[in-house]
C-alpha cells in the first residue's frame, strides 16, 4: 500500500526582487529539497527553530504555497501542480490546524458559520438539519457545547478556540491533518489537553498527521518519527525514540540538549550544547552542508558537498557528511 | 465530600446566554455617543424635511411671484392706520401686509410717477402716498451715500395727505414665506428642501458606488496581488490625478450639464479613495491565519473577498463611506455654485447660493439659508462618521 504522503525533493523559494533601475532577484530558500513520507494513520513531527521553513513545508504541502520544485503525492497521486479546481477533492482529504486561535477563526463568523463553511464547499450534509447535527456532533467530539454554535470567536478562550479550529478541520473527515504548531500559544494544562484529544481523534479515525511544533518533548509524546530541519533542509529523520536516544546529526544533538530537565541536579549536570554564532541568511545559506558554520566537526568536505540523507540504522536518516554508508 | 456531577443533571443548569451579533453591539456602542447620536438625528431630520419637506410647504420650487420677491424672514411693518400695515420693500414699493406679518400681496396702484419719485396706493379706500425722491436728495447730501443701505433716509410715507411716522415700525416674522423669497419670489423655504432631496441623492449615489466598485476593485486588486494588482492601483492614480473640474467640464461637451453629469462624474471619481483603503486593508488581511483556513478548505476566490476580507474590513469601509457622502454633497454645491450644477429652475445648495450671492449686501438671508443647511448636514454626517469609527472599532469593545 502506498505511502498517505510523499514529498520528493520540495523546494519552495520565495523571490524578492530588490533595486528599482536594476532588478535584483533574490531567493529566500524557505523549504530547499526536503523528502520524506507519512504512513496512514503515523505521525510525524516536525521540529526545528524559528524560520527553519517547517511551516513554509506544511503549507506548501497544502498547496497554499505553490513549490518551486519537487513532488507531493498524495494517496499515490501526484498534486504538485494541480489546479485550485483539481484540488478541491483533495482538499476535503487533507486539512491544516493552525497556530495562533485567535488569527485562524474569523471574527465577524459565528461559529456555526466556521465550521459550516467547510461542510458547505464540499457539500458533505445535504439538508440544514443535516448541517445543524454535524455541527452539534463536531462541537460535543471536541469538547464544547452544541449551544456554543451560536457564538462567535471572541467568547471563547485560546484553548476553546483551538478545538473550534480543530473542529473545522475535522468537518470535512479528512485522512491527513497538517497540525502547524498547534499548541504553541496555549497553555501547558491546555496543551496536554489539546494533545490528547488530537491522539484520541487518530485513534478513532485512523488520520495521519504532520505535528509541526518547536516544544520538544510534546513532539516526542506526541509523534511515532520526527525529522529535524534547518535552515530550510530535513538533516535527520528517524524513528521517535532512535533520534531522542542516539541523535546523529550535530544539531540535533545542540537541540535536544536544549530540552529541560525537570530536576535541578540532573539540569546541572547536563552537558549542554551550546552553539555558536546567529543563524546565516536563508537568502545565502553556505555552500555544502548548511549547518557547517556552525558545527564544531565541520571539515573540508563540508564546505564542498551538499550532505544528503543516508540510512544509519533502520528507519533512521542523517544528512551529514561524519557518516558513511 | 466531592464528587462527580452527573452530566445529564447539569445539561439543563447549565444555560448559554444568546450573545450579541456584531451589529447589534456596534449599536449598543454607538448609543453610548452622544454626538453620534446628535449626527444621527440632524441626519434623520434632513432627510425627513427632503422627502415631506415640499409637499408640506404650500409652495412648489419652481413657483413664482414676482411681485413678492426679495422678502425677508424678519420684516419691518409700518403702521399705516389702524390694522392697515404695508411692508416697505427695498426695491421702492409698498406691499400690503397683516399686523401678524402675512402678506397679502400687491396693492392697487392708482398713480406710479417715476419723475416725481412717488407711487400712490389704495389701501382700504385710504390713498397712500409713497415718495421715494428723498433718497435721491440724501445721496446729494450724503458723504459715503453709495454705502447708505438705511432705507429709512429713502422714504415718506403719506396717508391721505398726512405724513406719517415711517419709525413707528413692527419687526414680526415673515408667516407666508418662513425663510422669505427670493430674486424671483419664489419661497427659500421649500427650494431649500428641495435642494436637500438633490444634495442627498448626489450624497447617496456617491457611497452607493463607493461601496460597489471601490469595496470591490479595492478587493480584488488586494487579494490578488503581484501584477494584477500593480496595474489595477496604476489605473486608479491615473483616474486621480487628472483634477475633478476638469473630467466635469469635458463631461458637459459630451451630455448636456444637469445632475446626471454631476452624478457620472462623481461616479467615475469617488470610488478611487475607497479602492485604496479597501485594498490596504485587504493586503494585511489575507495573510492572516483565517484566510489561509478557508483556502486550505477550498473556498473559492470570490467567497473569501466577500465573506472573510470584506467583513473584516467594514469598519474603515463605513467610516470612510460617511466621511464620502458630506465630501460627494460639498462637491455638488461647488461644482453648481461655480455654475456646472443643475439647471433652473432646479435647485441645489450650490446654486441657491450661486443665486443669492448677486443680493448678498441687500438679502444676505438668502445666502445664509443654503449654507447653513450645507454645514447642518456636514455637520451631521461627519458626526456619525466619527461616532461609527469608535463602534465598529473592536478593540473599543467593552
Known sequence: ?325 | MWEPVNKDLLGSAQETKKSLTYWQDVWRRLRQNIMAMIGLIMIATVIFLAIFGPMLSGFSYSEQNTALANIAPNIQITNISGEDYVLVHNDYKLIEATKDGELIGALEILEDNKTEKYILYLINGKEVKFDYSLAQKNKVKGSNSMENTDMKTKYDIYVDGQLIDKYDVKNVWNKTYILGTDNLGRDVWTRVLYGARISLTVGLIASVVNLFIGVLYGGISGYEGGRVDNIMMRIVDIINSVPLLLIVILLMVVISPGLQTIILTIGLVYWVGMARLVRGQVLSLKEQEFVLAARALGVSKAKIIVRHLIPNAIGPIVVSMMMSIPSAIFTEAFLSFIGLGVSAPEASWGTLANDALGGIRSYPYQLIVPSVAIAFTMFGFNFLGDGLRDALDPRLRK
Not at chain 1, 10 to 32: C, M, P, R, W
Not at chain 1, 93 to 108: E, T, V
Not at chain 1, 297 to 311: F, G, I, N, Q, R
Open chain 1, 1 to 325: 500500500m502506498a505511502s498517505l504522503l510523499e514529498i520528493q525533493a520540495l523546494k519552495k523559494y520565495f523571490t524578492k526582487s530588490n533595486g528599482f533601475i536594476k532588478k535584483v532577484e533574490q531567493h529566500v530558500k524557505a523549504v530547499d529539497n526536503v523528502s520524506f513520507s507519512i504512513e496512514h494513520g503515523e505521525t510525524l513531527g516536525l521540529v526545528g527553530e524559528s524560520g527553519c521553513g517547517k511551516s513554509t513545508t506544511g503549507r506548501t504541502i497544502i498547496k497554499l504555497y505553490q513549490p518551486t520544485s519537487g513532488r507531493i503525492i498524495f494517496d499515490g497521486v501526484d498534486i504538485t501542480n494541480f489546479s485550485e479546481k483539481e484540488m478541491l477533492p483533495y482538499r476535503k482529504k487533507m486539512q491544516m490546524i493552525f497556530q495562533d486561535p485567535y488569527a485562524s477563526l474569523n471574527s465577524r463568523m459565528t461559529i456555526a458559520d466556521i465550521i459550516g463553511e467547510a461542510i458547505d464547499v464540499h457539500k458533505v450534509t445535504t439538508s440544514k438539519s443535516e448541517r445543524d447535527d454535524m455541527i452539534a456532533d463536531l462541537l460535543t467530539r471536541v469538547g464544547l457545547m452544541k449551544d456554543h454554535a451560536s457564538r462567535y470567536p471572541h467568547e471563547f478562550s485560546g484553548g476553546q478556540r483551538q478545538r473550534i479550529g480543530i473542529a473545522r478541520a475535522l468537518a470535512v473527515n479528512p485522512e491527513f491533518i497538517i497540525c502547524d504548531e498547534p499548541i504553541s500559544a496555549l497553555d501547558v494544562s491546555i496543551q496536554a489537553q489539546v494533545v490528547n484529544m488530537l491522539e484520541e481523534i487518530q485513534r478513532n479515525t485512523g488520520m495521519g498527521y504532520l505535528f509541526i511544533a518547536h516544544d520538544l518533548s510534546m513532539v516526542k509524546h506526541i509523534s511515532k518519527r520526527i525529522g529535524v530541519m534547518y535552515l530550510g533542509q530535513l538533516v535527520e529523520i528517524g524513528d521517535r525514540d532512535k533520534v531522542y536516544s542516539n541523535p546523529a546529526h550535530p544539531y540535533t544533538k545542540a537541540l535536544l540538549s536544549a530540552i529541560p530537565i525537570p530536576d535541578p541536579l540532573s539540569e546541572k549536570a547536563k552537558n549542554r550544547i551550546i552553539l555558536q554564532g546567529d543563524v546565516p541568511s536563508p537568502i545565502n545559506p553556505p555552500s555544502g552542508c548548511h549547518f557547517r558554520t556552525r558545527c564544531k566537526y565541520s571539515t573540508k568536505e563540508c564546505a564542498k558537498c551538499d550532505p544528503v540523507l543516508k540510512t544509519i540504522e533502520n528507519n533512521h536518516q542523517v544528512a551529514c557528511h561524519l557518516f558513511k554508508q
